[in-house]
């Protein structure tokens, strides 16, 4: 199983290059792959009807205890089937719908890659690694729907799946780890096979809300489904693939592969109920605006994908048998509807179905292709479609006011297909846009293909009993379920409902070109409810990510450091105050001579005189005073290198000052301000010097650690036969610092040099030179 | 002393604070200087400073006679002092060329002189816009 994911990977690098190669004929060579994955999980069938399941691990992160573990079972087979068998048409298709496109060799890579992590999503048994496959199908899904990223709505639409899949994918990320916390294991058959451990558990209710925000995000349920309509900015081959019958049914994968585990609650029913229900209600009411086919199909699909989660949360064996019948029944009449609405903007040149009439004859294959896959979608028999819905039916017999909606949905079900399968082709005049010509066999061969095999498996539903729909059952349910799967149950209650919704179908059918203007007169262009919020939410997430970078990172040098200075001093202070760091600090200053007094005031006079200065000779003179004050300071307490130093960096800054002061305008220093901004620079300013001055003060009253100055001290002379151990301590032990030292002035002086010449060349091209020669700041004193 | 040094070194940097946050570049420039004195003197009070007992090996003896004042802070502020330098002298000669090009020295001014590269322009037909 590992093998079949890792090769659709594998062909998926492969293919740039192979389709250049083969050109128009690519998508049925490549088709081959599909194809063959079909055939190999086929090969699973008798085992699954035996009740086996097949287990494969191999071991991935052993330290974090990950391990790739697969599972085929009924549930599995199910979806990989489907995955595999509506990938091979598709890649058929797509090689004849994408003709003669610049980036087709694009595209058959992230078709490819998406095949693969869909597949690594149903296959796997761990839940770490559905989410990174889980993951690889948002990514490639992004990429697919923008595939035609020179437009912006195409992009606006990945963006937005992304947005909203991966914000589900990352709640479903928590809830796995709550369920891998709770039961010890990320192996989901083991997981699941414990309802009472999880329920039990007081992280259940939150586990569920997680893993169900992913799964219905992913499944595009109300209050997400505005995503999925969108999503048909993708490329017809795409829209079949993804957003009908595969990605968007992931969702789906996973509740019915944690019903076992997580399902039976109220919390579990009423979520999903309410879920399914609403998306069942908003797609049929919104579908009634639509008249682009590919947009009215994605309700459709909203309808299908409600309907399933529904049975889902009601959980009950009848329940769970619709489910999976209806789940593979939609698979095989949605694919070919939505690759038959994409023949025929291919070969028409419009998705308006009220532009279209009369195509059955330019495209009589196509046709019965539509008309096969729609009566399975319209839910009339003999279709596979029809026992799906009947089924459906009847597991929502004890839930009434779901099986209502289920049954107005399945209604506007109706209509959607005779809008999209039915009107466009029938009639005796043709009217299209462009000069129509019949669809290449590329295009019919997928869709007809599959939607026989509805066709098939609706005279005989038995055929996918043993092998498919009682393990899947099985699968979701947690224990073997038997029963047999008929096309014509008899004159039941469910029997009555579909006549029923057959009545209210074609009584909107006749309403429509009267309903839909004026429906869309009325809420055309209405933006309410999610769709306004999704709008809303990206629009105040980018406000607040500008005014924050505008007031973090100013352009403003002044405002940007005051922002630094004052972050920096209330959070070094409120952890040291709250760290108790300043505590007990004696605060008696204690002179032993007086002279050492006058030279402190003599500073703090000097920093006062600075930063109040008008006049620039005065504030450079106040800063010598500071510095030589320092450099005092020094020579008292026994540093003779760094006082000597100190006075000669002291001289030359006054000297630089000097000559960059010249060619500056005169003028006072201390323009005119608003005394807010005074004042607060000000507090900043104190609060941090207090700052400073209370963490030195608490650093100097613990004791000293001396044992690397005792090491110096013992072996400044004997190892490295120097005196002054300060200078050994430099140009020995700490040596490649002090050349690291040099290096940094090196490159300021070349620095300082270059802009000095650069200012020169100026001025000499504007006036005649000042000959002003600009001294070389270069060279360490030390 | 380590007390009233400490009270010294608040002084300084509360003064280098201000001047830093100031909209003339001089006055920034200025409150660098002192920050960078500041901030030495910082380290060589942490070293806990003692009087008149340079860190010297007498001669005849292999180690210091007694206790001397702290190599360690010492030899860090030396290369502390003469970076601070290497800066303060850039930013000054940065400081004149600035105003070479822009014409002032206030913040606010250079923000607004100095103007962000436009937007492109995104069209939406996949060319960008000049």
């Given at each position: ?6 090769l659709a990977f ?20 490549l088709?081959?792959l599909?194809a063959?994955?079909t055939a ?7 085992r ?16 974090l205890?990950?391990?790739l ?12 089937l489907m ?7 598709v ?5 004849g ?7 087709l ?17 149903v296959?796997t ?15 490639t ?12 709505d195409?992009?606006?639409?990945a963006?937005?799946?992304?947005l ?10 928590g809830g796995?780890?709550?369920l ?21 558990s ?7 809300l ?14 997400f ?15 079949a ?24 609650t109220p919390?579990?029913f ?17 579908a009634?605006l639509q008249?682009?086919?590919k ?26 048998k619709?489910?999976?019948?209806f ?16 023949a ?20 009589p294959?196509?046709w ?11 839910g ?5 479609g029809?026992v799906?819905?009947?089924?459906a ?28 399968a ?29 939607a026989l095999?509805?066709?098939?498996f ?5 055929l ?17 379920y038997?029963?047999?799967?008929y096309?014509?149950?008899?004159l039941t ?12 179908g ?9 309903l ?25 997430l ?8 505008r007031?973090l ?43 050492e ?15 109040r200065a008008h006049?620039r000779?005065?504030?450079i ?11 005092l300071?020094?020579?008292?307490f ?7 130093t ?5 001289t030359l800054?006054?000297?630089?000052a000097?000559?960059v002061?010249?060619?500056?305008p ?14 607060l620079?000000?507090?900043?300013a ?7 001055a ?7 009253s613990?004791?000293?650690d001396?044992?690397l ?12 036969n ?22 940094v ?29 600009a001294?070389?700041q ?5 | 002393?380590?007390?009233v040094?400490?009270l010294?070194?608040?002084v300084?940097?509360?003064g280098?604070?201000?001047?830093v946050?100031?909209?003339?570049l001089?006055r920034?420039?200025f ?10 003197l910082?380290?060589?009070?942490a070293?806990r ?7 010297l ?7 210091p ?11 860090l502020?030396?290369t ?27 913040t606010?001014e ?17 060319e960008?816009?000049?």
């Amino acid at each position: 199983m590992l093998t079949s994911v890792l090769l659709a990977f594998a062909v998926a690098l492969a293919a740039p290059s192979l389709a250049a190669r083969l050109g128009a004929r690519a998508g049925w060579v490549l088709a081959i792959l599909p194809a063959g994955l079909t055939a190999y999980y086929a090969s699973f069938l008798p085992r699954l009807a035996a009740g086996e399941v097949v287990d494969q691990r191999v071991a991935w992160v052993p330290q974090l205890g990950v391990e790739l573990a697969f599972r085929m079972d009924g549930l599995a087979a199910v979806f990989a089937l489907m995955i595999a068998g509506i990938g091979t048409a598709v890649t058929i298709y797509a090689g004849g719908y994408l003709a003669g496109d610049r980036q087709l060799p694009r595209f058959y890579p992230l078709l490819f890659s998406f095949m693969a992590a869909m597949l690594g999503v149903v296959l796997t048994d761990d839940l770490i690694t559905l989410f990174v496959f889980w993951e690889l199908t948002s990514l490639t899904s992004y990429f697919l729907i923008g595939y035609k990223h020179e437009y912006e709505d195409s992009r606006a639409s990945a963006l937005q799946a992304l947005l909203v899949t991966g914000t589900g994918a990352l709640a479903m990320l928590g809830g796995f780890l709550l369920l891998g916390q709770i039961a010890g294991t990320y192996r989901i058959s083991t997981i699941v096979a414990d309802p009472a451990l999880l329920q039990a558990s007081p992280w259940y209710v939150a586990a569920v809300l997680l893993v169900a925000a992913g799964a219905l995000t992913k499944s595009a349920q109300w209050p997400f489904h505005f995503w999925l309509p969108n999503a048909m900015a993708a490329p017809t081959p795409v829209s079949a693939y993804l957003h009908s019958a595969t990605m968007v049914k992931a969702g789906v994968y996973l509740l019915a592969r944690m019903a076992p585990g997580l399902g039976g609650t109220p919390l579990w029913f009423g979520l999903l109920a309410l879920a399914g229900g609403a998306t069942i209600l908003a797609a049929a009411a919104l579908a009634l605006l639509q008249r682009d086919s590919k947009r009215l199909l994605a309700y459709s699909t909203l309808i299908a994908l409600g309907t399933l989660v529904l049975l889902i949360g009601v959980g009950t064996p009848e329940a769970i048998k619709a489910m999976v019948v209806f789940l593979f029944a939609h698979s095989l009449y949605k694919a070919p509807l939505f690759m038959v609405a994409g023949a025929v903007d291919h070969e028409a040149g419009t998705r308006d179905v009220t532009r279209l009439r009369g195509l059955g004859r330019a495209m009589p294959v196509t046709w019965a292709a539509a008309l096969l896959a729609g009566i399975s979608a319209a839910g009339l028999p003999p279709m596979l479609g029809f026992v799906g819905k009947e089924l459906a039916y009847e597991g929502l017999f004890e839930t009434p006011w779901l099986l209502a909606a289920l049954i107005a949905a399945s209604a506007v079900m109706l209509l959607i297909v005779v809008l999209v399968a039915w009107r466009p082709f029938a009639g005796r005049t043709l009217q299209v846009p462009r000069a129509v010509h019949g669809a290449p066999p590329s295009l019919w061969v997928g869709p007809l293909a599959i939607a026989l095999l509805g066709t098939l498996f609706g005279f005989a539903p038995a055929l996918l009993q043993d092998g498919l729909m009682r393990p899947a059952a099985a699968a979701v349910l947690g224990s073997p379920y038997a029963f047999d799967l008929y096309l014509w149950h008899g004159l039941t209650l469910a029997l009555g409902l579909s006549v029923l919704t057959v009545v209210i179908g074609f009584g909107l059918v006749l309403a429509w070109p009267r309903l839909h203007p004026a429906l869309v007169a009325r809420f055309g262009e209405v933006r309410v409810g999610p769709v306004a919020a999704y709008a809303g939410l990206l629009k105040g997430l980018v406000a607040v990510a500008t005014a924050q970078t505008r007031f973090l990172q100013s352009d403003d040098l002044r405002h940007h450091l005051t922002v630094i200075v004052a972050f920096a001093v209330a959070l070094t202070g409120t952890v040291g105050i709250a760290s108790g760091a300043f505590a007990g600090l004696a605060l008696a200053p204690v002179f032993e001579y007086a002279y050492e007094a006058v030279l402190l005031a003599v500073i703090v006079v000097g920093v006062a005189s600075a930063v109040r200065a008008h006049s620039r000779m005065v504030a450079i003179t106040s800063l010598g005073v500071v510095g030589l004050g320092i450099a005092l300071l020094f020579v008292l307490f026994a540093a003779p290198d760094l006082a000597i130093t100190q006075f000669l960096v002291e001289t030359l800054v006054v000297i630089i000052a000097a000559l960059v002061l010249v060619r500056l305008p005169s003028g006072t220093l201390r323009a005119p301000d608003n005394g807010g901004v005074r004042r607060l620079a000000g507090t900043i300013a104190v609060l941090g010097g207090a700052l400073f001055a209370g963490l030195l003060m608490a650093v100097t009253s613990y004791p000293l650690d001396r044992t690397l100055t005792a090491f110096y001290e013992a072996a400044s002379y004997p190892e490295a036969n120097g005196r002054n151990i300060v200078n050994v301590v430099l140009v020995d032990f700490r040596g490649i610092d002090t050349l690291g030292e040099i290096t940094v002035l090196a490159v300021a002086a070349t620095g300082v040099f270059a802009l000095l010449r650069r200012a020169r060349a100026k001025r000499a091209d504007a006036t005649t030179g000042s000959g002003n020669a600009a001294a070389d700041q270069g060279g360490p004193p030390s | 002393m380590e007390v009233v040094l400490a009270l010294v070194v608040g002084v300084i940097i509360a003064g280098a604070l201000y001047l830093v946050m100031q909209r003339n570049l001089l006055r920034f420039v200025f409150g660098l200087i002192l920050l960078s004195g500041g901030v030495n003197l910082l380290l060589f009070t942490a070293g806990r400073p003692i009087r008149g007992a340079p860190p010297l090996v007498p001669y005849g003896l292999s180690e210091p006679a007694g206790a001397v004042a702290n190599a360690l802070p010492q030899a860090l502020i030396l290369t502390a002092i003469v970076i601070g330098f290497g800066l303060t002298a850039f930013a000054l000669v940065l400081l004149l060329r600035a105003y070479e090009r822009l014409g002032t020295l206030s913040t606010d001014e250079l923000t607004a002189r100095v103007a962000e590269p436009r937007p492109i322009a995104d069209r939406g037909d996949g060319e960008v816009a000049p």
